[in-house]
């Protein structure tokens, strides 16, 4: 027959107790010091993604560019703009052909008007597309390469304007040497025409 023996139970109890108390003891003396060999702070830095620090700031956003209304190359646009203008203005202010029939010999003719309105209107435009061509060379002078060929937009634009510039400055010079009238109207139509074309182009 087995018998309970309670004084084996609180015997058990008070070993059990006892050894938790050492337990307790032994943890409340724990040794937080670091290792001599990582005695550095920074070993233990934590990474914050809280806050950020005062010295860091967001970067601003980028302004949009706006090309300023006065450059070299807005001066050439605008100077190509009036000298189409002044073609235009010069052949709409063309004299009429004068005489054509029984028309009396040179000698007999009054002297050639070659102070009026279409004569200043085409010295203006011959005087503003070589200013015109001027600019473009100043301004645009590393956009021209030959090795691009000729069918290069940058090329053509100079080549055509160039052209047109010097054969309206022939119109109006072999019509401002001449006493008599002078067939001078297709050349520097044909000048008004390459600058159009070339401003075309580009703009």
Not at 31 to 50: E, I, R, T
Not at 125 to 144: E, K, P, Q, R, Y
Not at 171 to 186: D, E, F, I, L, Q
Request: aromatic share 6%; proline share 7%.
């Amino acid at each position: 027959m087995k018998r309970n023996h309670p004084y084996k139970k609180i015997v058990a109890s008070l070993c059990l107790a006892l050894a938790c108390n050492t337990s307790f003891a032994a943890d409340s003396t724990l040794d937080l010091s670091l290792p001599a060999a990582s005695a550095s702070p920074k070993s233990f830095m934590l990474a914050s993604n809280d806050t950020q620090p005062a010295s860091v700031s967001s970067a601003a956003p980028k302004a949009e560019f706006s090309e300023p209304w006065v450059s070299g190359d807005k001066l050439h646009q605008y100077m190509g703009w009036t000298t189409l203008a002044l073609v235009a203005a010069t052949a709409f202010s063309a004299p009429g052909e004068g005489c054509e029939v029984n028309c009396p010999p040179p000698s007999q003719q009054p002297p050639r008007q070659t102070n009026g309105a279409h004569a200043k209107l085409a010295k203006a435009a011959a005087f503003m597309a070589a200013a015109t061509v001027t600019s473009g060379l100043i301004d645009h002078w590393d956009d021209f390469h030959m090795e691009d060929g000729f069918t290069d937009p940058d090329n053509l634009h100079a080549m055509l304007g160039t052209a047109g510039a010097l054969m309206m400055m022939y119109a109006v010079n072999k019509s401002a040497n001449s006493k008599v009238p002078v067939s001078h109207a297709g050349i520097a139509e044909l000048g008004g025409v390459a600058m159009a074309v070339a401003v075309k182009l580009t703009w």
